[in-house]
């Protein structure tokens, strides 16, 4: 069933039942064109309940969870600094903490945070400067553009810096191509290309000339000023608005389906279409699929990077609940986990258990 009240359609009739390749052209793109705006409603509706569950419950679990392994980065800290473990020992809780405190330095401008890596990994704050400048000037190198005075401890802060030189970079070059092809129009053109320069401009005034002819029967009709019924007058104003941004996006379908509601074409009249123009109007209904496309790919794309989702993960409106809510049952499951290493980091002797276990474990993920 259409998303839309009046749908668009050329059924086969007694006079002519089968239907022409122009008008089962017509017939799918009308389909898939519902197909696409149901899929956008669906994105645009789904998108304000999962920023406030987001919002409201997925957000303060990731601080929980960042605040919980502070307190084990702490933990970790506080028993390194105990006699009792061995050179063995006191090398792995040693490069636990470092991997924790790289981790959480991302995540946390925690000072302690910061402290304790300095502490443990043997690396002071200016030779962790002189590196993070030698990684400045790989980046410049590498990607061909000072990364400035961006914060590289901050993985959201140097890809935004990185999404910003990239844009500029586009534009450069869109500019750039866009120019050469000013400059290669400006040479001198050959009989054949004129020719088919010419035939793309007719085709493109005949689509806008179609899209006006059906502009202008609705509003013709649909104009307010010649309506003495107030009641009507309201109507005929609502719908003529709704026509006028209709033809401002070129959107024929939208036009025809208004057509339809206020009674002024039936679908024998769209049955009557002639195959000329019949043409034409798949040529703008084609436009007007792959603009729906992009539309669709920049609200998921805007999603993917406004909501940290994985870049490759299926995504759709109805699986968008689920996602959320099996990301918060990952995370209260790391909480957990956290808590019971806390809990075992009480002395020395619940120390050494659990890095036993640990050790036990690491081998068994290698192994």
Known sequence: MSLFSHSINISPSQAQPVLSKAQKSFNKLIEKIEAKRALLSAWENAIPSFQQKFTQELRPLAESSIHAQIQLLLALDFMSDQKGLTKKELNTLT???????????????????????????????????????????????????????????STGALAKHLEAQFQSQQAQHIDHQKAQSEKKSKRKQTAKQLAKEEAQKIEEQQISQSIREVYRKLASALHPDRETDPQ?????????????????????????????????????????????????YNKILTDQLHE?????????????????????????????????????????????????????????????????????????KYY
Request: net charge negative; proline share 3%.
């Open 95 to 153: 490069i636990l903490i470092c991997d924790l405190a790289d981790e959480l330095s991302t995540l946390s401008d925690n000072e302690t945070i910061k402290n304790i890596y300095h502490k443990h990994s043997g690396i002071t704050e200016e030779e962790e400067q002189a590196n993070l400048q030698d990684i400045k000037a790989m980046l410049e190198d590498i990607l061909g553009f000072d990364p400035g005075d961006i914060d590289l401890d």
């Open 232 to 280: 009507e007058r309201e109507r005929k104003t609502s719908l003529l608005q709704r026509v006028n941004q209709a033809y401002e996006k070129r959107n024929l379908l939208q036009l025809l389906e208004l057509q339809l509601e206020t009674e002024h074409i039936d679908q024998a009249s769209i049955r009557n279409i002639s195959e000329e123009r019949l043409m034409r």
């Open 292 to 364: 729906l496309d992009d539309e669709i790919y920049y609200v998921e794309s805007e999603f993917r990077m406004r909501f940290n989702m994985p870049p490759f993960a299926k995504l759709s409106p109805a699986t968008l609940p689920y996602h959320l809510e099996a990301e918060m049952l990952s995370i209260k499951r790391s909480i957990r986990e956290v808590e019971q290493n806390i809990f075992m980091l009480q002395d020395i002797k619940s120390t050494k258990i659990w890095l036993k276990n640990f050790q036990m474990r690491s081998k068994r």
